[in-house]
């Protein structure tokens, strides 16, 4: 069973930074796809950032230039690096996991304000 734990989401006011991280259990980790996604309110769930097991990454246009997706195959997670946040990007942010099946995880806050 894999189980993904997000951490470092928060307030941060526009033009700042935040990096999350996804912590994954289990041994699949190194030969899956993962990456991020997010919900705001009132909308739907919208790709963020995703990277292979190959490491090829693919960003949705809206955080292009400005966020950074990577992982750690040895410590099992993945990151998104955000900087340059507008309060367009205020959401919650899920990050999973694909190999064969898909695993979320709980969410995290972000908050961006003006």
């Known amino acids: 069973q894999v189980q993904l734990v997000e951490s470092g989401g928060g307030l941060v006011q526009s033009g700042g930074s935040l990096r999350l991280s996804c912590a994954a259990s289990?041994?699949?980790?190194?030969?899956?796809?993962t990456g991020w996604y997010r919900q705001a309110p009132g909308k739907q769930r919208e790709l963020v950032a995703k990277i292979t097991s190959s490491g090829t990454t693919v960003y949705t246009d809206s955080v292009k230039g400005r966020f950074t997706i990577s992982r750690d195959n040895a410590k099992n997670t993945v990151y998104l690096q955000m900087n340059s946040l507008k309060p367009g990007d205020t959401a919650v942010y899920y990050c999973?996991?694909?190999?064969?099946?898909?695993?979320w995880g709980q969410g995290t806050q972000v908050t961006v304000s003006l």
């Open positions: 289990g041994s699949i980790f190194s030969i899956s796809a």
């Open positions: 999973y996991l694909a190999f064969y099946d898909e695993y």
